[in-house]
């Protein structure tokens, strides 16, 4: 049994104990033998009439989650990261190596009070991927199966503008900081890169299921074969290729944003393109 395997094995068990009246459901990715990275979505219920939100529920639930962590830490002698938004990772991560001096485990951690909360916060996309491609750690299939059943998938311009309000926010940050010290300046390329090369990803991946209807958020090299086969934009495969191809090689700032300036235009471009073929093909 790997490490992450045992940390998510010793969590769901305390947050069994602890919750079990307002657990729900708990569910992982299946990536569990990757080095740093540990992902954990919990939803929890049955909030009262006089606690709707189920704040009281969810306040016990992180006070033992915080105990469990640090448990956790002193028996594997390992350093546990909570990300609550994914924006910021890479800021996060290095603020905290920094102060440790070792690599630390990533802990992807959301949790929703209640069902209702799930539903409201996350895009409809979201939500089936979590519901169809991540493993159930505690609770019903049935409620995994009704949710899915219920979804309305949200048309593909809504669903790309996460994406796109990423892609703006971290060329804004890297663009106004380009000039700070050295291990800033590291910090930015490696928030700046992944960032890229995720709503590349994304944004082929959206468009892919446009064509073909509902397929797993995949590796980025079986994204690019699905893309050429289904004859997506080949400025926009290339650009993800070319960012896939960057991370193994030493870039600079000017590169990046180069870049992401020419990315933030072949998506516009692109998406104006579908969209406007979507409304040609209603008429």
Same mark, same amino acid.
């Given at each position: 049994?790997?490490?992450?395997?045992? !940390?998510?094995?010793?969590?769901?068990?305390?947050?069994?104990?602890?919750?079990?009246?307002?657990?729900?459901?708990?569910?992982?990715?299946?990536?569990?033998?990757?080095?740093?990275?540990?992902?954990?979505?919990? !939803?929890?219920?049955?909030?009262?009439?006089?606690?709707? +939100?189920?704040?009281?529920?969810?306040?016990?639930?992180?006070?033992?989650?915080? @105990?469990?962590?640090?448990?956790?830490?002193?028996?594997?002698?390992?350093?546990?990261?909570?990300?609550?938004?994914? &924006?910021?990772?890479?800021?996060?991560?290095?603020?905290?190596?920094?102060?440790?001096?070792?690599?630390?485990? &990533?802990?992807? %951690?959301? =949790?929703?009070?209640?069902? &209702? @909360?799930f539903l409201l916060w996350e895009n409809p996309?979201? !939500?089936?991927?979590?519901?169809?491609?991540?493993?159930?750690?505690?609770?019903?299939?049935?409620?995994?199966?009704?949710?899915?059943?219920?979804?309305?998938?949200?048309?593909?311009?809504?669903?790309? $503008?996460?994406?796109?309000?990423?892609?703006?926010? *971290?060329? &804004?940050? =890297?663009?106004?900081?380009?000039?700070?010290?050295? @291990?800033? +300046?590291?910090?930015?390329?490696?928030?700046? =890169?992944?960032?890229?090369? +995720?709503?590349?990803?994304?944004?082929?991946?959206?468009?892919?299921?446009?064509?073909?209807?509902?397929?797993?958020? *995949?590796?980025?090299?079986?994204?690019?074969? %699905?893309?050429?086969?289904?004859?997506?934009?080949?400025?926009?495969?290339?650009?993800? $290729?070319?960012?896939?191809?960057?991370? *193994?090689?030493?870039?600079?700032?000017?590169? %990046?944003?180069?870049?992401?300036?020419?990315?933030?235009?072949?998506?516009?471009?692109?998406?104006?393109?579908?969209?406007?073929? @979507?409304?040609?093909?209603?008429?």
């Amino acid at each position: 049994m790997s490490l992450n395997e045992l !940390i998510l094995k010793e969590i769901v068990k305390k947050i069994r104990l602890a919750v079990s009246d307002h657990l729900l459901l708990v569910l992982t990715t299946d990536h569990l033998n990757s080095s740093h990275d540990v992902d954990l979505f919990i !939803i929890l219920n049955n909030s009262p009439p006089d606690d709707p +939100y189920n704040m009281r529920a969810y306040f016990k639930l992180v006070e033992v989650l915080k @105990q469990t962590v640090s448990e956790i830490e002193k028996k594997y002698n390992v350093h546990i990261v909570d990300f609550s938004t994914f &924006r910021i990772e890479e800021y996060h991560v290095n603020l905290f190596e920094s102060f440790f001096n070792q690599k630390v485990r &990533r802990l992807h %951690l959301m =949790i929703y009070p209640t069902l &209702r @909360q799930f539903l409201l916060w996350e895009n409809p996309s979201i !939500i089936l991927s979590i519901c169809t491609y991540y493993s159930l750690l505690y609770g019903d299939e049935s409620i995994i199966n009704k949710i899915k059943e219920n979804i309305e998938p949200s048309p593909l311009e809504e669903r790309i $503008q996460p994406l796109i309000s990423l892609l703006f926010e *971290t060329y &804004r940050n =890297i663009k106004i900081k380009k000039t700070v010290s050295s @291990q800033v +300046y590291k910090v930015l390329l490696a928030e700046g =890169i992944k960032k890229l090369e +995720y709503c590349l990803k994304f944004t082929i991946w959206e468009i892919l299921r446009e064509i073909l209807g509902n397929i797993p958020p *995949t590796k980025l090299d079986d994204i690019v074969q %699905l893309a050429k086969k289904n004859r997506i934009d080949e400025k926009l495969i290339n650009l993800l $290729q070319k960012v896939k191809h960057m991370k *193994t090689v030493v870039f600079s700032m000017s590169d %990046l944003i180069v870049l992401y300036e020419k990315a933030m235009f072949v998506i516009e471009d692109t998406i104006c393109k579908l969209l406007e073929k @979507q409304k040609g093909e209603k008429k």
